[in-house]
Each structure stands twice: as structure tokens, then as C-alpha cells.
């Protein structure tokens, strides 16, 4: 089957996951691929329109080995019809859990037909200098692996001549999904006087959690912990304070040191 449009859409605080994606688009090539980056509340507003002869590839970071709960609302409302669809999860070298069948799940309630799926590894969000967790990651490995990915969805989707006759692909998981989604509610953003309100980290916010009068300021409600104004600050003025992200980010340092490998399901 011939599918004209190649749309990606992806959720990606500090951008592991944008990275991931843009590997699979120059796998799948030729043509313009579409992105939607749904990362700020702005990008979330519209719904997103899918038809049959277009591609979809949908990827997000596994948040507690799930999707992430703030992008749940705007996936679900996804309006698919009988579309091809990738899903993509990215997560910090601990796990994935039901992520990715949880992806799934929603993309085949929307009218999306899952035609391949995967799992890549990204630098941990709680990642930091003192305390690494999968540095650096995708690295040139992950996104050639990515590319790879890309070549095979191509070829499998010119293999038959209709969506239609392709079997749903089977990912790992289990239902009812393992975990608990809910995110910590938590005072950990230290900023010092290297601030200069810029802006970037307000701007890069996927909640608007961060004042637009003063930076230093964070709705504590609204954060989700993602920590993109940590890693974007050009002026380095945002640090963890000390406190249960900061012995996350130590614990996680300790116990996944071993570098995970992609995953892909086709
Ligand atoms: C609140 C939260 C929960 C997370 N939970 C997991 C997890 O369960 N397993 C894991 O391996 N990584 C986990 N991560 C790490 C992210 O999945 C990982 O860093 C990902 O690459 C971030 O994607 P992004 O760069 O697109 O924001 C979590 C990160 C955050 C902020």
C-alpha cells in the first residue's frame, strides 16, 4: 500500500523521544514527514484527524512504566480511520512495563491499526551530571536502530495492498496495566541568581507550570517532574534541590548502569 502522508506525532520534554522519532522518519523516507510535537499545552488544544491512506507514528516517554497521564486525554481523542499506526515508547534505561501495550491499547481505540511498535532508550529524565542514568542516549547506535525500524515499516507496508490485510502486531505487556501513574507533587527546582528570565524553560514547559512574571516561580500542581527547564536553562541556574528526585536520580545511577538495547515489533 501506498501511504502518502507520514505523520509524527510526539510527546518529548527534553527531547530523547523527538530524537527517536526523527531516526525512524529518515528510515521511512522519501517525502516530507508531518511532526506534531504535542509537548506544550498550546499543541495539545486540537485534535488530531488521521485517515486510512496515512501513516501515524506515535511515540511518547514511558512516565511509572506508563504513558505519561497528561498526554492521555489528547491521544484518546485521536480520530482515526482505519489508519496505520506506530507506536513508539522512550524510556530512561530502568523499564518500559505496559507502556507501550498501554500506547497501543489507546492508538486501537481510536480507529489506528498498529502495524509495528517499539521501544527506545533515552537519557533519564532525573538524569544529572553528578548522577548519570543513560547519558547521551539515543546514541548514533540507538538512531541507526531507529532508521533500521523505519526501512522495515516501509517495506512492510508495501507488502500488502491494503492496511487491512495486516495482522495486528503483538507487543509486550500486561493488562490490567502494572504501576501507578501518579506523579509526585514536589518542591525539588532549586534556581539561583544565574537566572536571567529568559524565558526558555517556561517556554519549553509541557504544563505552563513555570510563571511568565518570574521563572524562579513553579506551580508545583501543575509540574510533572519532567525536568526539560533543568536540562534546557542555557545558564545552568536550575538545579534538583535535595529531596526525593535528587535520590531517585542516585538510585537509578546505582541500579541500571547496564545499557539497555532498542526493542522493535513488526
Ligand atoms: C515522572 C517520570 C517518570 C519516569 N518513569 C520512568 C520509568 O518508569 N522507566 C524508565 O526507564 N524511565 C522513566 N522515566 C525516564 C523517561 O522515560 C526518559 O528519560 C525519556 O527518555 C524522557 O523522554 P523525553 O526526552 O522525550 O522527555 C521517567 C521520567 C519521568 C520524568
Known sequence: MDTRTVKLVYFSPTGTTKAVVEGIARGIGPGTPEYLDITTPEARKEPLVARENELLVIAVPVYMGRVPALVHGWLN????????????????????????????????????????????????????PETPTAAGRPDTDDLRHAEEFGRKIREKLQSVPSVRELPEVQ????????GDPTLWTIDFISVDDRCTQCGVCREGCPTGAISPDDSSVID????????????KCPEHARTMKPGLVMEASKRLNTLYREPKVPEYYL
Open 220 to 231: 508545583q500542581e501543575k509540574c510533572i517532574t519532567c525536568c526539560a527547564c533543568i536540562k
Open 171 to 178: 507487543v509486550p505487556g500486561e493488562r490490567p496495566y502494572r
Open 77 to 128: 481523542a485521536i480520530q482515526a480511520q482505519n489508519t496505520p499506526a506506530v507506536c513508539v515508547v522512550v524510556y530512561g534505561n530502568r523499564t518500559y512495563e505496559d507502556a507501550l501495550l498501554e500506547l497501543q491499547d489507546i492508538i486501537v481505540r481510536c480507529g489506528g491499526v498498529p502495524i509495528a511498535g517499539g521501544a527506545w532508550i533515552g537519557e533519564h529524565s532525573f538524569s544529572c
